[in-house]
């Protein structure tokens, strides 16, 4: 099974998969405790990835959706968008257990 997510058009009508919504949840909650946002390994090890590019892919996926936007050349360089954060939000209500790992 592959980590990468399902193409723009896959399964869910381009609308954000489950697991992206998860890793989108992630990076919000990581960058609320600790003012900064995760490296691509820290979620990696955190979803079980075998490479940062799988890691690399959600980052562009979401930003696809506008729910994320990528700094160029900015380590931690990730910022949630207004819409990202509210989907997190809604998310994070609905899966507490994304915080406990």
Request: net charge neutral.
């Amino acid at each position: 099974m592959s980590c990468r997510p399902p193409p723009e058009n896959g399964p869910s009508g381009g609308a954000p998969t489950q697991r992206q919504q998860e890793v989108l949840a992630y990076v919000y909650s990581y960058r609320q405790a600790n003012g900064l946002a995760p490296t691509a390994r820290e979620v990696c090890e955190r979803f079980g990835f075998s490479s940062t590019a799988a890691a690399a892919d959600y980052f562009e996926r979401l930003e696809q959706h506008r729910l994320l936007r990528r700094l160029p050349n900015v380590h931690r360089g990730l910022l949630i968008t207004e819409s990202g954060e509210a989907l997190a939000n809604a998310y994070l209500r609905e899966h507490p257990e994304v915080l406990n790992g």
